[in-house]
C-alpha cells in the first residue's frame, strides 16, 4: 500500500491548508532510532553508578524462614545488600492501582505485591533480597552466595484447585484464594433462554501470555543531594503516576522528583504505573547510598517478575431464534490473577464487556471469579482479557451457524448493531467505571469490505475445491470484535513556538514504539501549518510535563493526541492575533503555511519564528494581562472510551499428518475512526496480529502442578517469527467518533484481539472433519494434532 | 517430574541389591561427587557439582535420607537438592524382583524440580534423565559382572545370606557390628540418588 509521504505546499492562490492529519509521513524518530542515538535506560550511565541483583524464590509457595547476606556482603565489590527487614518503613505492600469499578454486590478482595518478601514467598521469582555492587556481575555473583531457607508449602496452580475449601491459603489474610466475584447482567437471560429456537452450551478455555517486549525492564536511579532531585530513568508505561507515587513513599515533594521514561523497546501492558519491586526499591537504595544504582532485567527474569496474562475457563451459552438472531448469552468463567491483584478488575471486566462485540444481544448474564494462584501477577498485556471474550462469543456465533445451517458471514450480519443504533448501551459497566456505551461504528460495512478483499464468496469452490482436489486441506476463517478504548481520565499537552520557528510539543504520556513524535506532530502540524518533521516531541518527563496518567488501554492517540490538537488550537489563535495586529490584517483573512502566516490574496506573510520573537519582547512595555510566548497547555479528558472495530480474515492451510500451518493471506479492516497517519496505524496492526498469531499457535506459559514455569526462555517459549507472520493486507473504515474532536479511535491492541477466533474458525474449515472443533487456545502443532487424532478417533 | 522406568540385570536381586551399595561399583558411574558426609542415622549430607557439554559446573547442596529398607526388595530416597540454580525435592522408590533367574530393578522418582532448572531445562529433562540413568545402570552391570566373572559363586552366596534375614533389622544391627562396610553401603545408596539428581541438575546452565 503506498501513501502520500511528501507535504506539498498549496499554491498562494490556492489557501487550503496542506493536510497532514490522514498523511503518512516519515516517522520523526526513526532516524534517532536507526542511528542508535535514541537513549534506552540501558544507556544511561552516571559516574560512581553502581548495580543491584536480586535475590528471586526458586519456589512458588514456601514459608521464608531465613535469609542471610553475610557472605554476600563480604563478597568483593559488594557495597550493600538488603532483605525485607532492612526497609524498615519502607517495606509497604504496593498500591492497588485498580479500585473495583461501581458494579453492585461486586466482592473484591484485594493483596498486593511487596517490595521484598517478607515471612513467605508467593510466586517463582518474587524478589527476597537485592546486592548493590559495583558491577553487575559482582552483584550477581553475591547474589548467588545468599542463602535463603524456604519451607515448601503446596502451591496452587489452577483455578477450579484453587477455589476448594482444602486448597493452600496464599494470603493469610483472606478467607480464601477467591479474589473477587462480579456479576453484571443485562436484561433477563433465563426469559429469553425458555423462548429460544437453539441453546447451545460450550466451555472454552483461553490463555494469554508474556508480554516479550524486545527491551526487558530497567531502572537507574539517582539521588542529587546538592540539587535535592531525585531522575529516575524508568521503562514504564506512566512515568507522572510513577513520580507522584515514589514522592509519596519517599516523603519527597514531587517537584523533587523526576521520572524519566524515554525511548522504551516495547511496552504491551506489563510496563504501566506497576510500583515493581525494583521501581521502589532502587530510588530508594540510591538516596541511602547517595550514590546512582542501575537494575537491567534479564530476559529469564522477566518470565516471573515481569507481570503477565494468563487462563480464563468459560462456561458459556447462546440462546438463538431459528433464524439466528441472537436472544441472549450467558457465561460463567474463572480467572487467574496470580499471586498478587494491583490491577484489579480491568482484564476480567474486559472480558466481560468485549464478548458483546458488535451484535446485538438484548439478554446477557456474565459472572467471574478471580483467583489467587502461586504464579506471577497478571495484569494486562495487549487486549487485556479482549480476546478471551471475543473467543467465546466468536465461537459460540460459529456453532451457531452451524446448528441452524446459517452461512457464518450470515449470522453475524444478523446480529450487527446498524449505524442508526449508535449511541448503544449494553447497560452494563465497563473498565473505566463508565456505562458501556458505544459510540459509534459501521460493522456491516467492514464486513462487507472483508468479504470482498478475501474474495469469500468465490472461496469455498474456488480456492478451497481446487486444493481440496489436490489432496490440499487450506480454510478461510473471518471474525468479528470490538475494542473499548480511548479511556480517561485526562492527557495534557503543551505546543510553543521558538523564535527559530521550530515547533515544540510537549506531552505527559510515555512511548513505547507507538510513533508518538510522528503522530502527535502531525495534529500540530495541521493547525500550524507546518510539516510533521517541523514538530520537536518530547514525551515521558516529567520535568517537562507533569499531568497526566500514561499509555495503556489504546488511549495515547484518543487522549493525549486531543490535547495536542486542543494546545495547538490555542496556539493558533495567538498566531493569529499576534499576526493580526502585525500585518494589519482580518484573522479571517490570514492563512497558515509553511511555517508562514500569510494575507490571502496580498502576498504579505510573516514566520511563525519572527512572531513568537515579537511575542517574546526584551525591551518596552505590552499591555498589561499579555502572556508572553506563543505557547498553550491544553488538557482532553473524555467522558468516556470510544469503541474501534474490526473484522479480520484469513486463508490458511493445515497439514492435517504434521499439523502445521501455513498462511496463505491475511486481511484486516479496521475502523479506528479517523485515521491520523494510516502507515503507523497499519504498524499497530500489523504488530498487533503478530502477537495475536504468537498468542494463538506458538506462545503458552507452561506451569507444572508446583506453578513452576517449564519454558522460561525463549528456546522453549515460542515467538512467532518473521517467516511465520504473513504480510497482512490492510483496509480502513472511517466511522469518526462523536466524543473527541479529531474523531479518532485507538488501535494499538487491536490488531491482537480477534486472532485466536480467527485461527480456530479457519482450521476447523480447512480439516472439515466431523465433529472437530477447537476451544482451546492457544493452540500448537502437537495440541492440534492431538485434536485431529482424538476426533478422527471419535468419528 | 516423573521419572519411571526400569532396567534388568543378569544376576539375581541379592547379588544387584548388595552390588548397589558398594561405592566402587557406583563411583565410576557418578562424576561430580566431592564430599559427602554421614550427617545422622541413614542421612547423608553432600556437594555435587554438575557439568556436561555447554551446562556449565553448577554447584548444588544435597540431603538424602534412606527409608523403608527392605533389603533386598525395597528402598525409598528421600531428596533435598539445592542450588544456585535451583531445587529438586522428592521421593525416588526402587524395587528390585526376581526375572527369569536375573533381576527386574524398577524405579520411580517423584520429584519437584523448580528455579532455573525447572524453567530452562525442562524441554530435555526428563529424556535426558532417562537416558543417564539407563547409562549409569549400565555402568553398574558391567562392574558387577566383571566383579562376578573372577569371584564366581562365592560372592552371590555370601549376598544371599545376608538377604536371608530380615531387611531392616539385619541393616541395623550389622551396622552396629560392621560400621566401616555400612558406611560403605549408605554411600552407595547415596550415589545411587545422586545419579538421580544429577541427571536432573545436568541441564542447568
Given at each position: 500500500?503506498s501513501h502520500?509521504?511528501?507535504?506539498?505546499?498549496p499554491?498562494?492562490?490556492?489557501?487550503a491548508?496542506?493536510?497532514?492529519?490522514?498523511?503518512?509521513p516519515r516517522?520523526?524518530?526513526d532516524?534517532?532510532?536507526?542511528t542508535?542515538?535514541?537513549?534506552?535506560v540501558?544507556?544511561?550511565?552516571?559516574?560512581?553508578?553502581?548495580?543491584?541483583?536480586?535475590?528471586r524464590?526458586?519456589?512458588?509457595?514456601?514459608?521464608?524462614?531465613?535469609v542471610d547476606?553475610?557472605a554476600?556482603?563480604?563478597?568483593?565489590?559488594?557495597?550493600?545488600?538488603?532483605?525485607?527487614?532492612?526497609l524498615?518503613?519502607?517495606?509497604?505492600?504496593g498500591p492497588?492501582?485498580v479500585?473495583?469499578?461501581?458494579?453492585?454486590?461486586l466482592?473484591?478482595?484485594?493483596?498486593?505485591q511487596?517490595?521484598l518478601?517478607?515471612?513467605k514467598?508467593?510466586?517463582v521469582g518474587?524478589?527476597?533480597a537485592?546486592?548493590?555492587?559495583?558491577?553487575?556481575?559482582?552483584?550477581?555473583?553475591?547474589?548467588?552466595?545468599?542463602?535463603?531457607d524456604?519451607?515448601?508449602?503446596?502451591?496452587?496452580s489452577?483455578?477450579?484447585?484453587?477455589?476448594?475449601?482444602a486448597?493452600?491459603?496464599?494470603?493469610?489474610?483472606?478467607e480464601s484464594n477467591?479474589?473477587?466475584?462480579v456479576i453484571?447482567?443485562?436484561g433477563?437471560?433465563?426469559?429469553?433462554?425458555e423462548?429460544a429456537?437453539?441453546?447451545?452450551k460450550?466451555?472454552f478455555w483461553?490463555d494469554?501470555?508474556?508480554?516479550a517486549p524486545?527491551?526487558?525492564?530497567?531502572?537507574?536511579a539517582?539521588?542529587?543531594?546538592r540539587?535535592r532531585?531525585?531522575?529516575?530513568?524508568?521503562t514504564t508505561?506512566?512515568?507522572i503516576p510513577?513520580?507522584n507515587?515514589?514522592a509519596?513513599m519517599?516523603?519527597l515533594?514531587?517537584?523533587?522528583?523526576?521520572v524519566i521514561?524515554?525511548f522504551i523497546?516495547?511496552?504491551?501492558?506489563?510496563?504501566i504505573m506497576?510500583?515493581?519491586?525494583?521501581?521502589?526499591?532502587?530510588?530508594?537504595?540510591?538516596?541511602?547510598?547517595?550514590?546512582?544504582v542501575?537494575?537491567?532485567?534479564?530476559?529469564?527474569?522477566s518470565?516471573?517478575?515481569?507481570t503477565?496474562?494468563?487462563?480464563q475457563?468459560?462456561?458459556?451459552?447462546i440462546a438463538?431464534d431459528?433464524?439466528g438472531?441472537?436472544?441472549?448469552?450467558?457465561?460463567?468463567?474463572?480467572?487467574?490473577?496470580?499471586?498478587y491483584?494491583?490491577?484489579g478488575?480491568?482484564?476480567?471486566?474486559?472480558?466481560?464487556?468485549?464478548?458483546?462485540?458488535?451484535?446485538?444481544?438484548p439478554?446477557?448474564?456474565s459472572?467471574?471469579?478471580?483467583?489467587?494462584t502461586?504464579?506471577p501477577?497478571v495484569?494486562p498485556?495487549?487486549?487485556?482479557?479482549?480476546?478471551?471474550?471475543?473467543?467465546?462469543?466468536?465461537?459460540?456465533?460459529d456453532?451457531?451457524?452451524?446448528?441452524?445451517?446459517i452461512?457464518?458471514?450470515?449470522?453475524?450480519?444478523?446480529?450487527?448493531?446498524?449505524?442508526e443504533?449508535f449511541?448503544?448501551?449494553h447497560e452494563?459497566?465497563?473498565?473505566d467505571?463508565?456505562?458501556?456505551v458505544y459510540?459509534?461504528?459501521n460493522?456491516?460495512e467492514?464486513?462487507?469490505?472483508?468479504?470482498?478483499?478475501i474474495?469469500?464468496?468465490?472461496?469455498?469452490?474456488?480456492?478451497?475445491a481446487?486444493a481440496r482436489?489436490?489432496?490440499?486441506?487450506v480454510?478461510l476463517?473471518?471474525?468479528?470484535?470490538?475494542e473499548?478504548?480511548?479511556v480517561?481520565?485526562?492527557?495534557?499537552?503543551?505546543v510553543?513556538?521558538?523564535p527559530?520557528g521550530?515547533i515544540?510539543?510537549?506531552?505527559?504520556?510515555?512511548?513505547?514504539?507507538?510513533?508518538?513524535f510522528?503522530?502527535?506532530?502531525?495534529?500540530?502540524?495541521?493547525?500550524?501549518?507546518?510539516g510533521?518533521?517541523?514538530?520537536e516531541?518530547v514525551?515521558?518527563?516529567?520535568a517537562?510535563f507533569?499531568?497526566?496518567t500514561?499509555?495503556?488501554?489504546s488511549?495515547?492517540a484518543?487522549?493525549a493526541?486531543n490535547?495536542?490538537?486542543?494546545?495547538?488550537?490555542e496556539?493558533?489563535?495567538?498566531?493569529?492575533?499576534?499576526?493580526?495586529?502585525?500585518?494589519?490584517a482580518?484573522?479571517?483573512?490570514l492563512?497558515l503555511?509553511?511555517?508562514?502566516?500569510?494575507?490571502?490574496?496580498?502576498?504579505?506573510?510573516?514566520?511563525?519564528?519572527?512572531?513568537?520573537?515579537?511575542a517574546?519582547?526584551?525591551?518596552?512595555?505590552?499591555?498589561?494581562?499579555?502572556e508572553?510566548?506563543?505557547?498553550?497547555?491544553?488538557?482532553?479528558?473524555?467522558?468516556r472510551?470510544?469503541?474501534?472495530?474490526?473484522?479480520?480474515?484469513?486463508?490458511?492451510?493445515?497439514?492435517?499428518?504434521?499439523a502445521?500451518?501455513?498462511i496463505l493471506?491475511?486481511?484486516?479492516?479496521?475502523?479506528c475512526?479517523?485515521?491520523?497517519?494510516?502507515?503507523?496505524v497499519?504498524?499497530?496492526?500489523?504488530?498487533?496480529v503478530?502477537?495475536?498469531i504468537?498468542?494463538?499457535?506458538?506462545?503458552?506459559l507452561?506451569?507444572?502442578?508446583?506453578?513452576?514455569?517449564q519454558?522460561?526462555?525463549?528456546m522453549d517459549?515460542?515467538?512467532?517469527?518473521a517467516?511465520?507472520?504473513?504480510?497482512i493486507?490492510?483496509?480502513?473504515v472511517e466511522t469518526?467518533?462523536?466524543?473527541n474532536p479529531?474523531g479518532v479511535?485507538?488501535v494499538?491492541?487491536?490488531g491482537?484481539?480477534?486472532?485466536?477466533?480467527l485461527f480456530a474458525q479457519?482450521?476447523?474449515d480447512a480439516?472439515?472433519?466431523d465433529?472437530?472443533?477447537?476451544?482451546?487456545?492457544?493452540l500448537?502443532?502437537n495440541?492440534?494434532?492431538?485434536l485431529i487424532?482424538?476426533?478422527?478417533?471419535?468419528? | 517430574?516423573?521419572i519411571?522406568?526400569?532396567f534388568t540385570?543378569?544376576?539375581?536381586?541379592?547379588?544387584?541389591y548388595?552390588?548397589?551399595?558398594d561405592?566402587?561399583?557406583?563411583a565410576s558411574?557418578?562424576?561430580?561427587?566431592?564430599?559427602?558426609?554421614?550427617t545422622?542415622?541413614?542421612r547423608?549430607e553432600?556437594?555435587m557439582e554438575a557439568?556436561?557439554g555447554?551446562v556449565t559446573?553448577?554447584?548444588?547442596?544435597?540431603?538424602?535420607?534412606?527409608?523403608e529398607?527392605?533389603?533386598?526388595e525395597s528402598?525409598?530416597?528421600?531428596?533435598?537438592?539445592?542450588?544456585?540454580?535451583g531445587f529438586?525435592?522428592?521421593?525416588?522408590?526402587v524395587?528390585?524382583e526376581?526375572?527369569?533367574?536375573?533381576?527386574l530393578?524398577?524405579?520411580?522418582?517423584d520429584?519437584?524440580?523448580?528455579?532455573r532448572?525447572?524453567?530452562?531445562?525442562?524441554r530435555?529433562?526428563?529424556?535426558?534423565?532417562?537416558?543417564m540413568s539407563k547409562?549409569?545402570l549400565?555402568?553398574?552391570?558391567?562392574?558387577l559382572?566383571?566383579r562376578?566373572?573372577p569371584?564366581?559363586a562365592?560372592a552371590?552366596v555370601a549376598a544371599g545370606a545376608?538377604?536371608?534375614?530380615?531387611g531392616g533389622a539385619?541393616?541395623t544391627?550389622?551396622?552396629?557390628?560392621?560400621?566401616?562396610?555400612?558406611?560403605k553401603?549408605?554411600?552407595?545408596l547415596f550415589?545411587?540418588?545422586?545419579?538421580?539428581?544429577?541427571?536432573?541438575?545436568?541441564m542447568?546452565?
Open positions: 500500500m502520500d509521504t511528501t507535504f506539498t505546499a499554491p498562494a492562490e490556492a489557501p491548508r496542506p493536510r497532514q492529519v490522514g498523511a503518512s516517522r520523526n524518530e532516524r534517532r532510532l536507526l542508535g542515538e535514541a537513549l534506552f540501558d544507556d544511561v550511565h552516571l559516574d560512581g553508578m553502581l548495580h543491584a541483583a536480586f535475590v524464590s526458586d519456589y512458588a509457595h514456601g514459608m521464608l524462614k531465613s547476606l553475610s554476600a556482603r563480604e563478597h568483593p565489590g559488594v557495597i550493600a545488600a538488603y532483605d525485607a527487614h532492612d524498615g518503613d519502607y517495606w509497604e505492600p492497588l492501582l479500585p473495583p469499578p461501581p458494579i453492585e454486590q466482592e473484591f478482595h484485594t493483596a498486593t511487596v517490595p518478601a517478607r515471612d514467598v508467593r510466586h518474587e524478589p527476597i537485592v546486592i548493590v555492587a559495583r558491577s553487575p556481575y559482582e552483584a550477581e555473583d553475591a547474589a548467588a552466595l545468599v542463602e535463603v524456604i519451607e515448601p508449602l503446596e502451591a496452587v489452577d483455578l477450579e484447585g484453587g477455589l476448594e475449601p486448597a493452600p491459603r496464599i494470603h493469610e489474610h483472606l477467591l479474589a473477587a466475584h453484571q447482567r443485562k433477563a437471560y433465563e426469559e429469553a433462554r423462548r429456537h437453539r441453546v447451545i460450550r466451555r483461553y494469554h501470555g508474556a508480554s524486545m527491551e526487558n525492564r530497567g531502572v537507574v539517582n539521588w542529587d543531594a540539587s532531585e531525585l531522575t529516575v530513568w524508568d508505561q506512566a512515568p510513577i513520580r507515587g515514589l509519596a519517599l516523603g515533594p514531587q517537584s523533587e522528583v523526576r521514561a524515554p523497546g516495547g511496552g504491551f501492558g506489563p510496563k506497576m510500583f515493581y519491586p525494583e521501581e521502589v526499591l532502587l530510588p530508594w537504595i540510591s538516596m541511602r547510598l547517595g550514590r546512582p542501575k537494575w537491567i532485567e534479564d530476559r529469564q527474569e518470565f516471573f517478575a515481569t503477565q496474562e494468563r487462563g475457563d468459560h462456561e458459556a451459552e438463538v431459528e433464524e438472531r441472537i436472544l441472549g448469552v450467558r457465561d460463567e468463567f474463572l480467572t487467574d490473577t496470580g499471586a491483584n494491583p490491577y478488575l480491568t482484564i476480567s471486566i474486559n472480558t466481560q464487556c468485549t464478548l458483546l462485540g458488535p451484535y446485538r444481544v439478554n446477557y448474564h459472572e467471574f471469579r478471580m483467583v489467587f502461586n504464579k501477577i495484569t498485556v495487549r487486549g487485556a482479557g479482549r480476546q478471551h471474550g471475543v473467543f467465546v462469543m466468536e465461537r459460540l456465533l456453532r451457531a451457524a452451524d446448528e441452524l445451517g452461512d457464518r458471514v450470515e449470522i453475524r450480519r444478523r446480529n450487527y448493531l446498524t449505524p443504533e449511541p448503544h448501551d452494563i459497566i465497563y473498565q467505571f463508565a456505562p458501556l459510540d459509534s461504528g460493522y456491516a467492514a464486513m462487507d469490505r472483508a468479504v470482498e478483499m474474495d469469500y464468496a468465490g472461496f469455498e469452490s474456488g480456492v478451497q481446487a482436489a489436490e489432496g490440499r486441506h480454510g476463517g473471518i471474525v468479528s470484535y470490538v473499548g478504548t480511548g480517561g481520565p485526562y492527557e495534557g499537552a503543551r510553543g513556538i521558538e527559530g521550530r515544540n510539543l510537549v506531552t505527559g504520556v510515555g512511548t513505547q514504539g507507538q510513533g508518538h510522528t503522530s502527535f506532530a502531525q495534529i500540530v502540524a495541521e493547525q500550524l501549518g507546518v510533521a518533521d517541523d514538530v516531541v514525551t515521558g518527563d516529567t517537562r507533569g499531568w497526566g500514561g499509555t495503556f488501554a488511549r495515547g484518543v487522549v493526541g490535547a495536542c490538537h486542543a494546545a495547538a488550537l496556539v493558533r489563535q495567538k498566531v493569529l492575533a499576534l499576526a493580526s495586529s502585525v500585518l494589519g482580518a484573522e479571517e483573512d492563512d503555511a509553511d511555517g508562514l502566516v500569510r494575507v490571502v490574496g496580498s502576498g504579505e506573510s510573516i514566520s511563525l519564528g519572527e512572531l513568537a520573537a515579537r517574546n519582547p526584551l525591551r518596552g512595555a505590552v499591555t498589561p494581562g499579555t508572553p510566548g506563543l505557547e498553550a497547555t491544553a488538557y482532553f479528558g473524555p467522558e472510551g470510544v469503541t474501534a472495530s474490526g473484522v479480520h480474515a484469513m486463508i490458511l492451510e493445515v497439514d492435517p499428518e504434521t502445521m500451518i501455513r493471506r491475511y486481511v484486516v479492516v479496521h475502523d475512526g479517523r485515521v491520523i497517519n494510516p502507515m503507523i497499519e504498524g499497530q496492526i500489523h504488530g498487533g503478530a502477537h495475536g504468537g498468542n494463538a499457535f506458538y506462545e503458552e507452561v506451569f507444572d502442578e508446583g506453578a513452576q514455569l519454558n522460561a526462555s525463549f517459549y515460542l515467538l512467532p517469527t517467516t511465520d507472520v504473513p504480510t493486507e490492510t483496509a480502513h469518526p467518533s462523536p466524543l479529531l479511535k485507538g494499538g491492541e487491536a491482537a484481539i480477534p486472532v485466536g477466533a479457519a482450521i476447523e480439516l472439515d472433519i465433529g472437530f472443533e477447537i476451544r482451546d487456545i492457544p500448537s502443532p495440541r492440534l494434532f492431538e487424532r482424538d476426533a478422527r478417533e471419535e468419528g | 517430574m516423573l519411571e522406568s526400569d540385570f543378569d544376576l539375581p536381586p541379592e547379588v544387584v548388595a552390588g548397589l551399595l561405592p566402587d561399583i557406583l558411574a557418578l562424576p561430580g561427587t566431592d564430599r559427602l558426609e554421614l545422622g542415622e541413614d547423608y553432600g556437594e557439568s556436561v555447554p559446573a553448577a554447584r548444588f547442596s544435597v540431603v538424602v535420607e534412606l527409608k529398607k527392605v533389603r533386598p528402598f525409598d530416597m528421600h531428596v533435598d537438592g539445592k542450588g544456585k540454580a529438586v525435592n522428592g521421593i525416588a522408590k524395587a528390585f526376581e526375572a527369569d533367574g536375573g533381576t530393578m524398577k524405579y520411580r522418582a520429584l519437584q524440580v523448580g528455579g532448572v525447572a524453567s530452562v531445562g525442562q530435555l529433562l526428563e529424556s535426558v534423565g532417562k537416558m547409562q549409569g549400565e555402568a553398574v552391570r558391567r562392574s559382572m566383571e562376578q566373572a569371584e564366581g562365592g552371590a545376608g538377604a536371608a534375614t530380615p539385619d541393616l544391627a550389622s551396622s552396629q557390628a560392621r560400621p566401616p562396610a555400612t558406611r553401603a549408605r554411600l552407595g550415589l545411587v540418588v545422586a545419579i538421580l539428581i544429577t541427571l536432573v541438575m545436568l542447568l546452565r
